[in-house]
């Protein structure tokens, strides 16, 4: 490659337009991205709040029509706080979510929304810690008891 080569390319990459944040179609494709994310975090949470909503009363209903062992007892208990932890979070992230004004200039609105995605980021990345292990105790105790049933019944016959 020619010093004239490169030349003309730095030249080139100079003449390469900068994003102006402040242009309407700018915004308008920021706002139509922005409501696209955020309709699929929607779906997802409110799907996840149904399914948990669910849980608790079933788990509450059999809590109340059947009378369990203490271990069922415990681990339906747990499953029933577990279903309210993971509620919980999906609000509380959801709550954080912010709300575009005009009053803020279009920089810190990403900078909040940024924040935004980030803790929604670390919901998926530690989706192992806050969903699926609080739930392990429950459930152990219901297999426990049900082991223990099993080894009675058939240490009965």
Do not use: H
């Not at 208990?77 to 992230?93: D, P, R």
């Amino acid at each position: 490659m020619t010093e004239q080569e490169l030349k003309q390319i730095w030249q080139e990459d100079l003449a390469v337009e900068k994003i102006n944040i402040q242009s309407p179609k700018f915004l308008s494709n920021m706002d139509k991205e922005f409501k696209r994310f955020e309709k699929r975090i929607d779906r997802r949470d409110n799907r996840e709040v149904i399914a948990f909503v669910f849980s608790i009363l079933f788990f509450g209903g059999m809590l109340a029509i059947r009378k369990f062992t203490l271990l069922e007892n415990i681990g339906f208990g747990l499953l029933i706080a577990y279903s309210l932890l993971v509620i919980y979070i999906l609000l509380k992230v959801k709550k954080a979510k912010p709300v575009f004004s005009i009053s803020q200039s279009v920089k810190e609105q990403l900078i909040n929304y940024r924040s935004y995605v980030r803790s929604q980021q670390k919901l998926l990345e530690n989706v192992l810690y806050w969903y699926l292990l609080p739930m392990l105790p429950g459930m152990i105790l219901l297999y426990m008891n049900s082991c223990l049933l099993y080894t009675s019944d058939a240490a009965d016959e």
